[in-house]
């Protein structure tokens, strides 16, 4: 069933074009990802699609009495209100009457108002509909509905937005950036809930795990053309990479037929004939196809990293406090060179304060803070660029100087390396309020990295960027030599980039973990059912003295050893049943024989190190 179709649309602003005849349909149960590079107009699309903008060329045509509901990227409310009043205040026809239904029990001594209330209730069989209202606040963990939105973070902002969104349960919902302001647990929560829910989907992401595990269908706006995938995020890319290289052959093939039809065309008499009208016309076509070219230009980063010292910055017995909230309590490390740091948490455990407390930008409540001489941070911060007005693109890098240094004594321009980062002669002479969201991020980071740190710090850098530039951004940040200590909720990124995390559990509580956020979720995955509380009981009251008895090495190891081990025994315990129960040919049996053995083996190192590490910590 059609739900909506785009024909053939087009919009611009002044002389620049964002997209021209774009058409595509959205059908029931669909889950589309619509994918474009910053600055191609992904949001002026889903305004469109959503009906609070219109195009200046085509039509959206929507089947009659569809449900459509639109999640921007920040959600606007009216800040005098409570989260109670926003969500009563909607169109639902059904919230009105529960809302009636919950005032009424709390004036029990009212029978009248109470059983006026209940048979609204059952005459609109909105019993049900009060059920999944309370599980999808619940989920969302807006508990106290009578807090007013001015108190709210943006993260708690977003909550709400979906809240409303999803309260509706419209026959279409359309998200711009959902992943955006969330914390870890929140996006994997939504992940789940969209995947498993019989829901129609139009949404912009960069997250591309969500994209992978939510979406059935994918549409690129890539060079002016669309382009359709029928699967998941990996469909996408192996198909994307697969038109690719076909486009270069045909272009190849192209140039080719045009260098010997423009030698035909040269040998050519001036009197034609007919026949040979048919192949000049024909000359032009490919001239045109010849000479077309694919704008895949790639932000091209580039620094004269810093000298780096043996000292960089170490932390010793940190705390920090907002009144009663605990945010550090007695933190210690010692960062080492190269360190690759991810940070993870709830929001509002206090991740964007420590990176204000590493850069010395946030007093701390006691401890201490060594910076080595030879650090220079680079920090991007979640607030992103600070615009002047009336400040144009080069006026924020020439503030840097008209010149920028790079690697072996080289340099360039500000002009020059704004082209780098995508943006062109023109472009850099736009005004900044004038860029988009994405555009301004890639600013911002082109800003932050010329400045040659050598100790990068990341505050969500990932939002607003579009996937291509994600990847380059990645590529760079892997071979960074310098140390990086970054906080998102983009899971793909993080998985990528970082060798260890520190874990913000709350109540100042920071663990150190070993691994990328993929080891860091199977590992908590692995342990038994323990209630949050206790597991931040046990971890509190542990002596200091038991942690210390390990090196920093020696932590790292021993977190891995527990996973590692349980992956070896569910290895052999496989292949102990597939002896058991004679499914193995001969041949089989030699191999799977040496293969148990040499698991044994492995198993039995393993076991013998990480007792010889527990004995140590409990010394």
């Not at 080719?256 to 001036?270: A, N, T, V, Y």
């Not at 209630?531 to 003295?545: A, I, R």
Request: proline share 2%.
């Amino acid at each position: 069933m059609n739900y909506l179709t785009v024909e053939n649309i087009a919009k611009s602003y002044g002389e620049k074009i964002l997209f021209q005849d774009i058409s595509f349909g959205i059908n029931k149960d669909q889950k589309i990802a619509f994918v474009a590079k910053n600055g191609s107009g992904k949001t002026s699309i889903l305004n469109i699609v959503a009906g609070f903008d219109t195009p200046d060329v085509g039509q959206v045509v929507s089947r009659k009495g569809i449900q459509i509901s639109y999640l921007a990227q920040d959600s606007k409310f009216d800040e005098t209100k409570s989260i109670e009043e926003i969500i009563f205040s909607t169109e639902n026809t059904i919230l009105p009457i529960i809302h009636q239904y919950e005032k009424a029990l709390e004036n029990p001594n009212d029978q009248e108002a109470y059983q006026k209330a209940f048979d609204l209730m059952d005459r609109h069989n909105a019993w049900d509909f009060e059920t999944q209202y309370k599980q999808i606040l619940s989920r969302l963990k807006l508990h106290n509905l009578k807090q007013k939105v001015n108190t709210l973070s943006g993260g708690q902002k977003k909550r709400l937005g979906l809240a409303l969104v999803l309260i509706n349960k419209p026959d279409l919902l359309i998200l711009d950036e959902p992943t955006n302001h969330l914390d870890l647990e929140m996006i994997e929560w939504l992940e789940s809930f969209f995947a498993k829910e019989k829901i129609t989907l139009f949404m912009v992401t960069h997250d591309r795990y969500f994209l992978e595990r939510v979406c059935n269908e994918i549409i690129e706006l890539d060079n002016g053309k669309l382009y359709k995938y029928k699967g998941n995020y990996s469909y996408y890319l192996q198909n994307k990479e697969e038109r690719l290289a076909l486009e270069a052959t045909n272009l190849s093939k192209a140039k080719s037929l045009f260098k010997k039809e423009l030698d035909w065309m040269r040998r050519q008499p001036k009197a034609r004939t007919t026949k040979s009208k048919s192949r000049i016309d024909d000359f032009f076509e490919i001239k045109k196809k010849a000479h077309q070219r694919r704008q895949e230009h790639q932000v091209q980063l580039e620094i004269n990293m810093e000298r780096l010292g043996s000292k960089i910055v170490e932390l010793h017995k940190l705390k920090k406090s907002f009144d009663d909230k605990i945010i550090l309590d007695g933190f210690d490390y010692v960062f080492k060179k190269g360190e690759r740091i991810g940070i993870i948490g709830k929001n509002g455990t206090g991740k964007t304060s420590f990176l204000n407390i590493l850069t010395q930008k946030e007093p701390i409540s006691g401890g201490k803070v060594i910076i080595g001489e030879t650090v220079k941070f680079g920090y991007y911060t979640q607030s992103g660029i600070q615009i002047k007005e009336g400040q144009k693109v080069i006026e924020v890098i020439q503030e840097f100087g008209e010149y920028i240094p790079l690697t072996k004594g080289r340099k360039i321009s500000a002009g020059q390396l704004l082209e780098r980062f995508l943006f062109d002669r023109k472009k850099q002479h736009d005004f900044v309020e004038k860029l988009s969201g994405g555009e301004q991020k890639r600013l911002y980071l082109c800003a932050v990295l010329i400045q040659n740190p050598n100790f990068l710090i990341l505050d969500e850098p990932t939002n607003d960027l579009d996937v291509v530039t994600l990847n380059v951004l990645e590529n760079f940040l892997l071979d960074y030599p310098g140390n990086l200590v970054v906080v998102s909720h983009d899971r793909y990124f993080m998985d990528k980039i970082v060798d260890s995390l520190f874990v913000f559990r709350g109540e100042g509580l920071v663990e150190n973990f070993p691994g990328n956020y993929s080891d860091f979720r199977e590992y908590e995955n692995s342990q038994p059912p323990q209630s949050k509380d206790t597991k931040k009981v046990t971890e509190k009251n542990k002596p200091t003295s038991q942690k210390g008895k390990l090196s920093y090495q020696e932590k790292r190891e021993y977190g891995l050893l527990e996973t590692t081990i349980e992956k070896l025994q569910k290895k052999k315990q496989t292949i102990e049943s597939q002896f058991e129960n004679n499914e193995l040919t001969v041949d089989q049996i030699s191999e799977k024989s040496l293969e148990l053995q040499e698991i044994i083996d492995n198993l039995e190192e393993k076991e013998e190190r990480w007792l010889e590490l527990s004995m140590k910590l409990e010394e």
